[in-house]
């Protein structure tokens, strides 16, 4: 609970757990797959059979990044021992001269690739693993890159979804934001979710509101009893995120989590 404050967009304090049947944390979900509440999850991941949340996404990210360096690593190395093969047919020794130009030089593309045909077909095992590396490492850095990305912009898989639901209602005009001083309540409701306290570098009084009929709530009060006014939200460059703190420090959250 102590770990990151409720933004009131994404997360709202009082909330409880239906199966677990305690609050939630700001950040957290529950995962139906692993049965439990996962602290700043992110995605259940079937490769890994578990979750990936605040414990351990750094291993999640070394994990991600040691597998694409592999991957290229593979892949070029088989490039480099059927490409020695390759020159060894055509200059007739296994160690050419300097002055020897390349085996693929002034060849068209169709008997290029049938040379590569030959020596895939000459050593299966290194061409084999070499072509699935080739077609795999991709899909790791692109995995890789896009959770660094997911580190930069302050959030995770999970919450970039609710970020995406939140821009439909945007787009629908559904969305209001509250223009004031200070935090205020809805006049006549009842404010008692009491929060935690947590020590947390960047603090946020905005208060958003999503419309049913696409008009403006209610009267809402500020501290002092002053009505503050409603503007229509035109996208989410105007919803302040506030777990966002910038790329150097999200990332020293991950692997140093508070």
């Known amino acids: 609970m102590n770990s990151y404050p409720y933004d009131h967009v994404l997360y709202q304090p009082g909330q409880v757990c239906r199966t677990c049947n305690f609050l939630k944390p700001?950040?957290?979900?529950?995962?139906?797959?692993?049965?439990?509440?996962?602290?700043?999850?992110?995605?259940?991941?079937?490769?890994?059979?578990?979750?990936?949340?605040?414990?351990?996404?750094?291993?999640?990210?070394?994990?991600?990044?040691?597998?694409?360096?592999?991957?290229?690593?593979?892949?070029?190395?088989?490039?480099?021992?059927?490409?020695?093969?390759?020159?060894?047919?055509?200059?007739?020794?296994?160690?050419?001269?300097?002055?020897?130009?390349?085996?693929?030089?002034?060849?068209?593309?169709?008997?290029?690739?049938?040379?590569?045909?030959?020596?895939?077909?000459?050593?299966?095992?290194?061409?084999?693993?070499?072509?699935?590396?080739?077609l795999t490492a991709p899909l790791a850095w692109s995995m890789f890159l896009y959770h660094i990305y997911l580190v930069w912009a302050g959030t995770t898989t999970n919450e970039s979804s609710k970020w995406s639901e939140w821009k439909e209602y945007i787009e629908e005009g559904l969305v209001y934001k509250w223009v004031g001083t200070t935090t205020g309540v809805f006049a006549g409701s009842k404010d008692a979710e009491t929060e935690p306290p947590v020590d947390w570098p960047i603090h946020s009084a905005q208060q958003l509101f999503r419309s049913e009929d696409g008009r403006p709530p209610g009267t809402l009060t500020d501290s002092g009893g002053i009505s503050a006014s409603w503007k229509p939200v035109r996208g989410l460059y105007e919803i302040e995120n506030l777990y966002d703190l910038g790329f150097w420090d999200n990332l020293d959250d991950v692997f140093w989590p508070t």
């Not at 296994?94 to 002055?99: Q, S, V």
Request: hydrophobic fraction near 40%; aromatic fraction near 10%; include cysteine.
């Open 26 to 134: 700001a950040r957290s979900k529950h995962c139906s797959i692993c049965n439990v509440c996962v602290a700043k999850h992110d995605h259940h991941c079937v490769w890994i059979m578990n979750c990936v949340g605040q414990n351990n996404i750094s291993h999640f990210l070394c994990m991600l990044l040691s597998l694409s360096l592999l991957l290229t690593y593979g892949a070029y190395l088989s490039y480099t021992l059927l490409s020695k093969q390759l020159q060894q047919r055509a200059t007739g020794h296994l160690d050419r001269e300097p002055g020897n130009r390349h085996w693929g030089t002034g060849l068209s593309w169709s008997h290029y690739a049938a040379h590569w045909i030959w020596a895939l077909g000459q050593d299966f095992r290194i061409g084999g693993i070499g072509l699935l590396a080739l």
